[in-house]
């Protein structure tokens, strides 16, 4: 009887050291979440409502809520041709500046990836314009571009506008962007080629298999994390991309970069138009989450983990 | 281990942090509470937007005024340039965490008033009886409104012509005798147009950015109004003339002629890319501020000669002088009376006649004080840099009258502008649509800002 | 004989094309050592004709440029070690557990990607003024703690590594912390690099919101410093360039010492051992 009733107690023990451990368990990721979501709570969501609240009403000139007007401001800016102008030219810069930037991202750490000595030099090159804030990034580009005193038509014998010329505008901003971008691209796809094991790459060659199957059917795949991670900063970057655009063009010629973040910095910090300013930003936000809901439905197919 | 180690940097940086942390709230606490003088000097906070050599001069004058008494501190503080030091503003003023003195610019001035949280300077003048008589009219002019001096002007401009001298001996062209009018510079371009043997022009006769500024400036010369109610002055403005009245289009028709001729230039709408094109040759003649002289004289370095003249007239009719441009600086109402008699006390300082002459020597701003063209620095600046006299005498040419217009929405209303001049020059819209599709953003922009600032 | 060949090719194009990549910044070099009439001339020069130090002296003369590299390093350094830190520990959740709500909290946590800085800047720099942090490093530190980017990627990387690890680490009795700091993040060491190098760069070039917070100028960061070598009225590029390498130095030197960690954390242990 005594034993039967040690084992119960033991048995007893051991239950609710598993459910203590259990719960603790259970707790676990809820506690190493809390740092995170206290700081969102505070310094995103919070300021997120307040400018959702601010879209909906009519703000003086020092930004203070008026009074309550309901969806106006957005009718406002949805029929007014310079938000359309807006959207398309975001969306131009988004295509423009995505692709190449993961492309050449790819291309030079596939370049990197490589064996011979000496060649940690060329990897700190590449890499440099993550080094570069779009501010002086810009003042240096822009130095390049100017239609008198500029670098790149000396070299390439042209006479192009490319800061003033509406047709070139919003490519050389893009082309900036784009430098920008390198190093960032270039570090984290380098680093996810690092992750592949050696022997898969070893073996695969031994197969016989060419560089653009490995690059194909193995490499890619692989990495195919780490891209996708890229490919979503890089568009919600593009989304967000406003130093250039400030110090460049400032939204012109002729409103041809004038990419939303831009309008919606004018329209606050410029115009002085919080209420619009705040309904814009909403705008930005709904279109970004609906890109973002579309990558993430490609990921379960196109992504590859472990 | 490394758990640990990033544990100590992190403690180590809060608490460091922290510390600093709490040692400038409690001068924030101390500065905000001093209304007792107790011995102790008054510390009054100074924003401003002066990046460059500007600065460094802005930063001479306040230590000049600390070194000069006992009784008050002043700590000047960059805010970044106009635009964003106004916004700093703006936002400070919820948290009661403003300046005692602000600098803002011109076109901030509806904006100022509006706001309510400045004590005007005419208070301090008429409490102590001030004699301003020694101070520029015109300036004064401009920062008041009913009667009333808002602020003290302290950076102002106006707009000039620069040319290159020796191009016009090059050219044929008589160097001591620079374009009156449009008509004239149109001329003057045609002989100074050069062409390379491609055919790529090097050097263009002419060019003015596509700066709202020089569009203001020209409706004054022509005599025409911005907006209605006396420019916004006798009443609120509550629309813009500049499409109605002629001034506007008269303007962008001889704009249009003269980009369209083929020898004048268009470097777009920052005065610093056409300002550059004229240091390097690439035009024989700009427009710019009278406060941009010394960084070209620099720039230029003896390359060629640079001449000055006033602005052109539109038609050679017209009889309107200039206008301003720059800032002024203004008292915020902090409900602290010692603060703002300390602050009356800075700005008597800065617009004092020896301060405002090695303000003009060191930036290119004319002095806002007759008496210092008295003083031997300016002289001998004048001397020097005989380029300098043009602003002045084309100030003292002007009338009270040819003051700007005052508009709450002022840098929205200039980037309308902007935006649809550009699209005239690129062949996009007629000089009259230009106006009306820039005005029909102004005035849907004044309306608002009569409706939410009553 | 093969090798030598594809070698010699690999070096030589790596090297142009990283040539290619930094050529602006070596021309924005070159600019600062040539003077107004010589940067304002048509056709631009190439090479300056001397060492003019002149640029550089200027920037010192305006701006307290090494006080603001200071500022800039301590706040960099506490936003990436606390970046680091929360970032992991969220990815970890995320990653190794399942629990009610997993996918509503990272959906939320990355919808914080898309809400635009701008219109949030204001608030921050309100809730900052009224927790008395203004002209504080904490204040310019607190709202960055924490980032969607640092989450969703060290979220990416860990889901690369085996579960078999993780129960492997149960049977030997690790607790879920320990496995995150003993096993996990030392293979982690690439990742931890590259995000770390990321986030002390995007803060080294933070403009607006430092700007906000601080007043004093023994506050500021260096980015602000460069703006305040503009002035209003002209555009000194010879200065301006100058700031801006001044400002670049120290970026790439900690990138060059970053870029050592991420070598030896990748040749030292990972996932295949």
């Known amino acids: ?306 | 281990m490394k758990k640990r180690l990033i544990s100590k940097i992190l403690a180590v940086v809060v608490t460091v942090s922290m510390l600093s942390g709490c040692g400038s709230a409690t001068k924030q606490g101390d500065a905000n509470k001093a209304t007792k003088v107790d011995g102790k000097p008054v510390t009054i906070t100074f924003w401003h937007g002066m990046g460059g050599n500007l600065g460094v001069a802005l930063n001479k004058l306040v230590k000049d005024f600390n070194a000069s008494q006992k009784d008050i501190i002043v700590t000047a503080q960059f805010q970044g340039d106009y635009d964003a030091a106004l916004n700093k503003l703006k936002s400070s003023q919820v948290s009661n965490s403003g300046p005692d003195v602000m600098q803002c610019y011109d076109i901030g001035t509806k904006f100022m008033i509006d706001s309510k949280a400045v004590v005007p300077v005419q208070n301090f003048i008429d409490n102590e009886k001030y004699d301003i008589s020694s101070l520029e009219p015109n300036l004064l002019a401009y920062y008041t409104v009913d009667k009333k001096l808002n602020s003290m002007p302290f950076n102002s401009s106006t707009p000039i012509l620069y040319y290159n001298k020796t191009a016009f001996k090059q050219a044929g062209l008589d160097p001591s005798t620079p374009p009156k009018s449009l008509t004239e510079v149109e001329s003057m371009s045609k002989k100074l147009l050069k062409k390379d043997a491609s055919g790529k022009v090097t050097q263009y006769g002419y060019s003015m950015p596509i700066y709202a500024w020089l569009f203001e400036q020209f409706m004054i010369k022509q005599g025409q109004s911005y907006a209605n109610n006396g420019n916004g002055r006798t009443g609120d403005a509550t629309t813009v003339e500049y499409n109605k009245n002629g001034g506007g289009l008269t303007l962008l028709n001889e704009w249009k002629k003269l980009v369209d001729s083929g020898s004048v230039g268009n470097f777009g709408r920052k005065t610093a890319d056409t300002q550059n094109a004229f240091m390097a040759g690439n035009t024989a003649m700009y427009l710019d501020s009278t406060a941009s002289l010394s960084a070209v004289l620099a720039g230029v370095n003896g390359k060629f000669e640079v001449g000055t003249g006033f602005l052109p007239k539109v038609s050679d009719s017209d009889k309107g002088g200039v206008s301003i441009g720059g800032a002024s600086l203004w008292i915020m109402d902090n409900k602290d009376t010692i603060k703002q008699q300390a602050a009356w006390k800075f700005l008597k300082f800065m617009v004092s006649p020896e301060e405002q002459a090695y303000w003009n020597a060191n930036t290119g701003y004319f002095p806002v004080n007759k008496k210092a063209y008295e003083l031997k620095a300016v002289k001998d600046n004048l001397a020097k840099y005989p380029q300098f006299q043009t602003a002045i005498d084309q100030l003292h040419a002007s009338t009270p009258d040819s003051r700007g217009a005052l508009l709450g929405v002022f840098p929205e209303s200039r980037a309308a502008v902007e935006t649809n001049i550009e699209a005239m020059l690129g062949g996009q819209q007629s000089p009259q649509q230009a106006l009306d599709k820039a005005a029909k953003i102004s005035n849907s922009a004044i309306d608002k800002y009569n409706r939410t600032n009553k | 004989m093969e090798n030598k060949k594809s070698n010699l090719i690999l070096l030589i194009s790596n090297l142009v094309v990283g040539i290619l990549i930094i050529s602006p910044i070596l021309y924005a070099l070159s600019v600062t050592f040539m003077t107004s009439d010589q940067i304002f001339t048509m056709p631009p020069k190439l090479l300056p004709k001397s060492f003019y130090f002149g640029n550089y002296k200027a920037v010192i003369d305006t701006v307290p440029i090494f006080r603001f590299i200071f500022n800039s390093l301590v706040v960099s350094i506490a936003v990436t070690v606390g970046q680091i830190f929360t970032s992991s520990l969220s990815a970890y959740a995320f990653s190794f557990y399942e629990f009610k709500g997993k996918k509503f909290l990272f959906m939320v946590i990355i919808a914080t990607i898309m809400i635009p800085g701008e219109a949030i800047i204001i608030s921050n720099y309100l809730t900052i003024g009224s927790l008395n942090l203004l002209d504080t490093y904490t204040g310019l530190v607190l709202p960055y703690l924490t980032s969607a980017m640092g989450i969703f990627m060290m979220r990416q990387f860990f889901l690369t590594v085996p579960k078999e690890l993780r129960e492997a680490s149960i049977i030997d009795g690790c607790t879920g912390f320990q496995f995150l700091t003993r096993i996990l993040m030392p293979i982690s060491r690439p990742i931890i690099g590259s995000l770390g190098i990321y986030m002390f760069l995007t803060t080294w070039n933070q403009y607006m919101w430092p700007l906000l917070i601080t007043s004093k100028p023994e506050m500021r960061t260096v980015q602000i410093g460069m703006s305040m070598l503009q002035s209003a009225e002209t555009q000194s590029f010879g200065m301006m360039l100058a700031g801006i390498i001044i400002i670049i130095i120290p970026s790439i030197f900690i990138f060059i010492m970053g870029q050592k960690q991420l070598i030896d954390g990748m040749t030292s242990g990972s996932v295949k051992g």
């Open chain 1, 1 to 306: 009887m005594d034993e039967i009733i040690l084992a119960k107690q033991k048995i007893t023990k051991l239950q609710l050291k598993k459910s203590k451990t259990n719960l603790k368990t259970k707790l676990e990721p809820y506690i190493f979440l809390f740092p995170s979501l206290l700081l969102f709570s505070l310094f995103v969501y919070y300021p997120f409502f307040k400018t959702l609240y601010m879209s909906l009403g009519l703000t003086n000139a020092h930004g203070n809520f008026q009074e309550f007007i309901g969806l106006q401001n957005y009718v406002e800016i949805l029929t007014s041709p310079d938000f359309i102008n807006s959207l398309i030219v975001t969306m131009k810069f988004v295509v423009f500046t995505t692709i190449p930037s993961i492309v050449i991202g790819l291309l030079l750490a596939l370049l990197a990836n490589n064996k011979v000595k000496g060649l940690s030099i060329s990897k700190v090159m590449f890499a440099v314009p993550i080094a570069v804030s779009s501010a002086s990034a810009s003042i240096i580009w822009g130095m390049i571009f100017h239609p008198s005193i500029g670098m790149l038509n000396t070299i390439l014998k042209t006479n192009i506008g490319w800061l003033l010329d509406p047709q070139w505008a919003l490519l050389s901003v893009s082309f900036v962007t784009i430098w920008m971008n390198l190093g960032v691209n270039f570090i984290f796809i380098f680093a996810g080629l690092k992750n592949i094991p050696e022997e898969i790459l070893e073996s695969s060659s031994i197969d016989g298999a060419s560089y653009f199957k490995k690059l194909f059917s193995i490499i890619i795949p692989m990495i195919s994390p780490t891209l996708f991670f890229m490919v979503f900063m890089d568009i919600m970057n593009a989304f967000q991309s406003f130093g250039q655009v400030n110090i460049l063009t400032n939204g012109g010629p002729g409103n041809s970069t004038n990419v939303l973040v831009f309008s919606i910095y004018r329209e606050a910090f410029f115009n002085g138009r919080f209420d619009t300013a705040s309904a814009q930003s909403i705008i930005l936000f709904i279109v970004m989450f609906i890109m973002a809901m579309f990558q993430f439905r490609y990921e379960k197919k196109g992504v590859h983990y472990s």
